[in-house]
């Protein structure tokens, strides 16, 4: 069951893996962000558009402190061999909706272009859903991609996502309807995900205690 957000310390969601380091998102981190925020390729296929200020990204990393303070969602940027890597998160967390219970999040993410074709937004995938089950609580992750986001769509594939389907025209942008893809991964598919040995490496990525 999704925890007491009153329990959960910053310091506890600091998360190592192999190559990387998760630390929740603060406002010291605008300058690290700020110049591939502002880059229109990085955000073609995301929700928000290019920021055209550095007042624009700070007000992201608010937005995002906020979400962490209602326990609403989590937001962790990603460090490899000390350079800034990219961002990812846990957004629209939620317990219940009215009678439902439903411990449920999305997850999003994005890599600095230079770092871009690593593997290292799948091994931050695999360590983000292993906190979302095993530290947060969550019963259900679900993410989506633009239909023609071919490198998000391999990321969510390696991660071991189950596919749900396309969604058509489900966003009007640059002059034209687009399609989109959804996945989900439930606590139990996750489990048994690590326990397949192909898998192995997909429990790594233990949040410091
Ligand atoms: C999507 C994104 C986060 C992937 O990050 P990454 O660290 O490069 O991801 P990985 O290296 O873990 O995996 C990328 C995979 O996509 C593949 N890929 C990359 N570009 C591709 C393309 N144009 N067509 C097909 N596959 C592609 C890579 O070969 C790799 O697969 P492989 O390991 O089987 O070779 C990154 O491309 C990005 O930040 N894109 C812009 C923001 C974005 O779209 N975010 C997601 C919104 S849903």
């Known amino acids: 069951m999704l925890i007491e957000k009153m329990?959960?310390?910053?310091?506890?969601?600091?998360?190592?893996?192999?190559?990387?380091l998760l630390r929740p998102i603060g406002p010291a981190d605008v300058e690290l962000l700020w110049p591939h925020v502002a880059e229109p390729e990085l955000s073609k296929y995301m929700t928000w558009d290019p920021h055209e200020d550095r007042a624009e990204t700070a007000a992201f990393?608010?937005?995002?402190?906020?979400?962490?303070?209602?326990?609403?969602?989590?937001?962790?940027?990603?460090?490899?061999?000390?350079?800034?890597?990219?961002?990812?998160?846990?957004?629209?967390?939620?317990a219940y909706t009215r009678a439902w219970r439903r411990d449920?999040?999305?997850?999003?993410?994005?890599?600095?272009?230079?770092?871009?074709?690593?593997?290292?937004?799948?091994?931050?995938?695999?360590?983000?859903?292993?906190?979302?089950?095993?530290?947060?609580?969550?019963?259900?992750?679900?993410?989506?991609?633009?239909?023609?986001?071919?490198?998000?769509?391999?990321?969510?594939?390696?991660?071991?996502?189950?596919?749900?389907?396309?969604?058509?025209d489900h966003c009007f942008r640059f002059g034209r309807w687009w399609n989109h893809l959804v996945w989900e991964m439930t606590v139990d598919e996750w489990r048994q995900g690590t326990l397949q040995p192909s898998n192995a490496a997909a429990g790594e990525g233990s949040p410091s205690a």
């Open 61 to 94: 990393i608010a937005s995002e402190l906020a979400a962490a303070d209602r326990g609403t969602g989590h937001c962790w940027v990603l460090e490899h061999d000390g350079a800034f890597a990219g961002v990812i998160g846990l957004h629209g967390i939620v």
């Open 104 to 168: 449920h999040a999305e997850l999003g993410y994005w890599c600095a272009p230079p770092l871009q074709g690593r593997g290292l937004m799948t091994e931050a995938g695999r360590a983000v859903l292993g906190c979302a089950f095993e530290v947060l609580g969550l019963h259900k992750v679900s993410v989506g991609c633009i239909s023609e986001n071919a490198a998000s769509k391999r990321v969510i594939e390696k991660l071991g996502f189950r596919f749900l389907g396309e969604q058509r």
């Open 7 to 20: 329990s959960l310390s910053r310091s506890k969601l600091d998360i190592r893996t192999s190559r990387l």
